[in-house]
């Protein structure tokens, strides 16, 4: 076998939230770890049980607990709700790990704050080392550092630890469209995109910090609908359905 595919995965805390209204409905972690579980062992990766074919990273984010933004804008000051915002993925990736356990998914949780008792710190090569040792590694916390999203977060650790792509799961959004489709008709949906294009147009694939920071280190980005059955099992082996931003040119589905 060649080179293993090493992907991020970048989860909101809202595809944790299910149905319910508030915090993380476990039947939706399982299915995560499920579809997590069946990529690493695909045939098509010539993954087993004991040789996982696939490489994988997740980042979590937190607004299915808390938003810190949100609370900053009602006058709370903003490093103090980034940072509870960063205890929330903590909760996530803990919630996430448990359920990948479960499906006999070797796991780490590593954290941008250091809590020894609960996770490890993020050291990137030990990360990359988890990695290749078939275990997925769930990057919490956020950078660490108030100010930054959990996208920044997310393109910022996929450099890290040399991903081939960047998987911007959204909550029943199945890629990036020219206009918001639910109120403009005429919207379509990009096949592929260009980093620049989306960031002159506000596309909405990412902040503009995280998106600016793929494009000017070339990592691509599929944006697709993890609400979709087998979606994540999909996206994380390469059946791209959704849309891909890249270097190069803007094409229509």
């Not at 595809?15 to 990529?39: C, E, K, N």
């Not at 990036?176 to 403009?184: F, H, I, K, L, Q």
Request: hydrophobic content about 45%.
């Amino acid at each position: 076998m060649g080179a293993k595919r090493r992907v991020l995965l970048k989860l909101s805390g809202e595809a944790l939230m299910g149905d319910t209204a508030y915090g993380i409905d476990p039947a939706v972690a399982v299915s995560i770890a499920t579809q997590i579980r069946d990529a690493q062992r695909h045939p098509a990766q010539n993954g087993t049980d004991d040789d996982p074919g696939v490489e994988i990273a997740i980042v979590v984010g937190g607004g299915n607990i808390w938003r810190g933004l949100a609370a900053s804008s009602q006058g709370m000051d903003r490093s103090t709700a980034d940072y509870m915002g960063m205890m929330a993925t903590v909760l996530n990736g803990l919630a996430l790990q448990d359920a990948l356990e479960h499906q006999g998914v070797f796991t780490r949780v590593m954290t941008a704050i250091q809590m020894h008792e609960v996770a490890e710190p993020y050291i990137r090569r030990r990360a990359i080392r988890h990695m290749e040792k078939g275990r997925v590694v769930i990057m919490a916390a956020g950078t660490g550092n108030p100010y930054f999203t959990t996208d920044t977060a997310a393109a910022l650790r996929a450099l890290e630890v040399n991903a081939d792509i960047l998987l911007m799961a959204k909550n029943q959004v199945d890629g990036v469209y020219s206009a918001d489709p639910r109120t403009d008709p005429s919207a379509r949906r990009y096949k592929q995109l260009s980093h620049q294009e989306a960031i002159e147009r506000n596309l909405k694939v990412m902040d503009t910090a995280a998106l600016s920071l793929c494009r000017e280190n070339d990592l691509p980005i599929l944006v697709f609908d993890a609400a979709k059955p087998a979606s994540i099992t999909n996206a994380l082996i390469g059946d791209i359905d959704g849309t891909l931003v890249t270097a190069g040119d803007s094409i229509f589905s």
